[in-house]
């Protein structure tokens, strides 16, 4: 569960009661894309004809572009989660990732997910005593690509929902 039991309202929008604009949500939905797409060769490489990851990064920002409404980008969320069931390890990690990245659409606290989903496949993708240095590393190219405008909230979340996102949050 990489949810919070009690909502931000920095990351609820402005129409639904919250602060969050839609311009910062679509840009919660653009980095989780970035980051899930990193990590996406992991899956293909072991799933190649199988489009749903894919697809699930493809919806979120077509999404943000006004392409796909937030119900039909959640729905391909979830078949890319469905394609990760049934695998272990580094695809199956890959596959949640991008399954992540267009629920921000419809709870844009799904941000995290993608994020430290694709920790936890670079981590499982690699021998166990290198995957520690390896989420570290994936957790600052992450970091790296974070747009001013999102930095300081994205950082702050982290730090509060580290402990349900499995401690992949590092400094």
Same mark, same amino acid.
């Given at each position: %569960?990489?949810?919070? =039991?009690?909502?931000?309202?920095?990351?609820?929008?402005?129409?639904? +009661? +919250? /602060?969050?604009?839609? $311009?910062?949500?679509?840009?919660? @939905?653009?980095?989780?894309?970035?980051? !899930?797409?990193?990590?996406?060769?992991?899956?293909? =490489?072991?799933?190649?004809?199988?489009?749903?990851? &894919?697809? !699930?990064?493809? @919806? !979120?920002?077509?999404?943000?572009? +006004?392409?796909?409404? %937030? %119900?039909? /980008?959640?729905?391909?969320?979830?078949?890319?989660?469905?394609?990760? &069931?049934?695998?272990?390890?580094?695809?199956?990690?890959?596959?949640?990732?991008?399954? $992540?990245?267009?629920?921000?659409?419809?709870?844009?606290?799904?941000?995290? +997910?993608? @994020?430290?989903?694709?920790?936890?496949?670079?981590?499982?993708?690699?021998? =166990? =005593?290198?995957?520690?240095?390896?989420?570290?590393?994936?957790?600052?190219?992450?970091?790296?690509?974070?747009?001013?405008?999102?930095?300081?909230?994205?950082?702050?979340? $982290? @730090?509060? &929902?580290?402990?349900?996102?499995?401690?992949?949050?590092?400094?």
């Amino acid at each position: %569960m990489i949810l919070p =039991s009690v909502r931000d309202p920095r990351f609820v929008t402005i129409r639904r +009661g +919250g /602060t969050l604009t839609d $311009q910062h949500h679509h840009v919660l @939905a653009l980095w989780a894309a970035d980051c !899930a797409e990193h990590v996406l060769p992991l899956f293909e =490489s072991q799933c190649p004809n199988d489009p749903r990851p &894919r697809a !699930a990064i493809e @919806a !979120a920002r077509a999404w943000v572009h +006004g392409e796909l409404p %937030m %119900m039909r /980008t959640r729905a391909v969320g979830g078949h890319a989660m469905g394609a990760a &069931r049934p695998l272990v390890g580094a695809p199956r990690f890959a596959a949640y990732a991008a399954g $992540q990245a267009p629920v921000v659409a419809h709870v844009a606290e799904h941000d995290l +997910g993608a @994020a430290a989903y694709a920790i936890k496949a670079v981590r499982a993708s690699v021998p =166990s =005593s290198a995957g520690e240095a390896a989420g570290r590393a994936e957790c600052a190219w992450q970091r790296e690509r974070l747009p001013s405008a999102i930095r300081g909230l994205v950082l702050e979340d $982290q @730090a509060r &929902r580290n402990e349900i996102c499995w401690n992949v949050f590092v400094d």
